[in-house]
């Protein structure tokens, strides 16, 4: 079964940090390009960072209400993707989802093959 099986999340206070995970089974995350998206209540679901395959010889793609804070990883060996979060703020409180599309090069959000089943971010004190 071809899947992103995303963990993490959780309620934290602001300025703290959580990493979440997304582990694929049925294919390899290396040929396909990668992002993290996310979606607040009453808002439309927005693509935060990505990075290409690991062919493409590039950096990760972040918007700029989350660079310096968040970074994404790819783990090749264990097949898993990251989001590490750091000084977390009220406003990134969201269902954040994983998500790999067929391509070298990040995509628009319709594009995308595959999504992890969302886990939910709080951010609140």
């Known amino acids: 079964q071809l899947q992103l099986v995303g963990s993490g999340g959780g309620l934290v206070q602001p300025g703290g940090s959580l990493r979440l995970s997304c582990a694929a089974s049925?294919?390899?995350?290396?040929?396909?390009?990668l992002g993290w998206f996310r979606q607040a209540p009453g808002k439309e679901r927005e693509g935060i960072t990505c990075?290409?395959?690991?062919?493409?010889?590039?950096?990760?793609y972040y918007i700029d209400s989350v660079k310096g804070r968040f970074a994404m990883a790819r783990d090749s060996a264990k097949n898993t993707m990251y989001l590490q979060m750091n000084n977390l703020k009220p406003e990134d409180t969201a269902v954040y989802y994983c998500?790999?599309?067929?391509?070298?090069?990040?995509?628009?959000?319709?594009?995308?093959?595959?999504w992890g089943q969302g886990t939910q971010v709080t951010v609140s004190s």
């Open positions: 998500a790999a599309v067929k391509s070298r090069y990040c995509s628009p959000l319709e594009l995308y093959d595959y």
């Open positions: 990075i290409g395959s690991v062919d493409v010889d590039d950096s990760p």
């Open positions: 049925g294919f390899r995350l290396d040929h396909y390009a």
